[in-house]
């Protein structure tokens, strides 16, 4: 079996980088700073499919996602969550909060809808992300 995106997360996100495990993806929604990491293991739905290494690893990659988002945007709160009831394929949503966002204290999912970046902005947010990932 050989791993590809899944291709909602393809269609909703943008690549930021890649790290030793995951591919860290921007969520095309600017009301949330929203990273998504995704471990290029094939066949990979829960945490528990991977090997105790891989684990570990991505552990610290949601961090350095955490680490990234809080110094570009000092959140008031990460949501940090590994849902799959709609995409199977293992991802890890990073998402920065704020008690003046429209969701707060709800979950993002179905608050409000998404609205996708404007060209500069993303360029922006991607440098940016890029930048915090190097």
Known sequence: MTWALHPQLAADTHHVA????SDVLLMDNRLHPW???????????EWLDLDGDDRHRLLDEVAAAGRAL???HAPDKLNVAALGNVVTQLHVHVIARFRSDAAWPRPVWGAVSAEPYPPDALASELAALRGAFT
Request: no cysteine.
């Open 18 to 21: 890649s790290l030793a495990l």
């Open 35 to 45: 990273l998504i990491l995704v471990p290029r293991v094939a066949g990979a739905v």
């Open 70 to 72: 809080r110094a570009l």
